[in-house]
């Protein structure tokens, strides 16, 4: 299909989507996205376009509204929004995490579980694709304010959810206080201990390295890119956005494998450490975020040689590999080309749809190494996937077992990306890869089960 054909297809396919779906515009990117891959793809498989696939595709199952009361500290009374999408159960039960973040809307939600449904489908387990939340900031609030705030937010969600129907995980603002809260709250409600929710502690059904599972495999997602041209992470400049769960983790793995970690950022600014950010320093910033709850500035504090540069993202620091692992949008086209300038050439993405489409373009026009969020950083979901197997045959596997299936299903997924998106030149656009590759799987379940 040329250029000018697909453009019609996606504008008209798009006109529809954004007049059903009005003001929703990082949904309207998302699904822009992966339109662009698949339209050709379905116009060359007639029986996704006749059952009309990508238009179901784009409209959640179910969406679920409600009001979150609770009372501050003060004794005043609080409202928040709480969402849940319920976007696609073609291939297991929904699946994905929840995020309490003040600009949580039902656009965001909205893309983020549409994302989900593909990349659930790469990880080759049998989950399907929700996301939810609220717009609640856990910032400033107190242990017990979050309490109270997740207690109500459950009370609610509880009716929608259960092992089989629907299994909620984390997001931003929701690590293992926010998990430990909600699922007290679903026990207490329903009288029954199942894996409801993944992301759990370790005493109580958690899996080893689902903390550590989206950052690893992130980087396991880059080594992989890296091994296509003869590389590996040795001795590689990396640039991180974020300090919280992604950005942690992928800089442990990074600096496992060999590369040297610069800078990690919050919504504040960036710090850039030139030395390198190694097991000492990240265990300070462990502490420093996940039990003090401070701003990365702080790093400072303790190591005086880096630099803090206020209000600005990291990727204007010269960089080997591009890793980030804050929020969606936070690369734009002047970015990447500043990225590209200083010799960045892998880009593998910690956080779900970091990179807007201006950014995108510069990649696969350069012909980097570019591994778009929805392969790079389904690690996450996967071992969420191992969590709830465990659960279901109640048993616990080792830190290696889950850690060798996690590294297998990132080389999996890596595969499939290889399989659909390599082009005649030999360039693997691991765009079209992922989007072709998680769509497969769904359309064909959602055709065996006729129009439901
Ligand atoms: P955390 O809440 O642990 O950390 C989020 C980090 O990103 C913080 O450093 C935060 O800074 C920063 N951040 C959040 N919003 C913004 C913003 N608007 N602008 C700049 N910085 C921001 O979340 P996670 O690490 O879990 O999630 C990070 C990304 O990874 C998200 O895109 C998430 O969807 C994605 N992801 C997470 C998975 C997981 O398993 N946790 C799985 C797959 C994807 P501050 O403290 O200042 O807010």
Redesign the pocket.
Known sequence: MNKEMLKKLVDEFMARVIAKNPGEKEFHQAVMEVAESLLPFIEENPKYKQAKILERITEPERIILFRVPWLDDKGEIQINKGYRIEMNSAIGPYKG?L?F?P?VNLGILKF?AFEQVFKNSLTTLPMGGGKGGSDFDP?GKSDNEVMRFCQSFMTELARHIGPDTDVP???????GREIGYMFGQYKRLRNEFTGVLT?KGLDWGGSLVRPE??GYGQVYFAAEMLKTRGLDLKGKICTI????????YATQKATQLGGKVVTL????GYIHDPKGIDAEKLAFVMHL?NVKRG??KEYLEKYPDATYVPGK?PWEVKCDIALP????N?IDGNDARTLLANGCFCVSE???M?STPEAIEVYLEKKILYGP?KAA??G??ATSGLEMSQNSMRLSWSREEVDSKLQNIMVSIHKNCVKFGTEPDGFINYVKGANIGGFVKVAEAMLAQGLV
Do not use: F, M, Y
């Not at 995980?169 to 690590?175: F, L, N, S, T, W």
């Open positions: 995490g995020r973040h600009t983020l910032k995980a984390g997001d931003i603002g929701v690590g992301g599972a989206t956005s974020g300090s919280g769960n992604v950005a942690q950022s919050d919504s504040e975020k701003r990365i993202r692992s804050a929020t969606q936070e910690g956080a779900n970091p969020g950083n389904a996450g979901v």
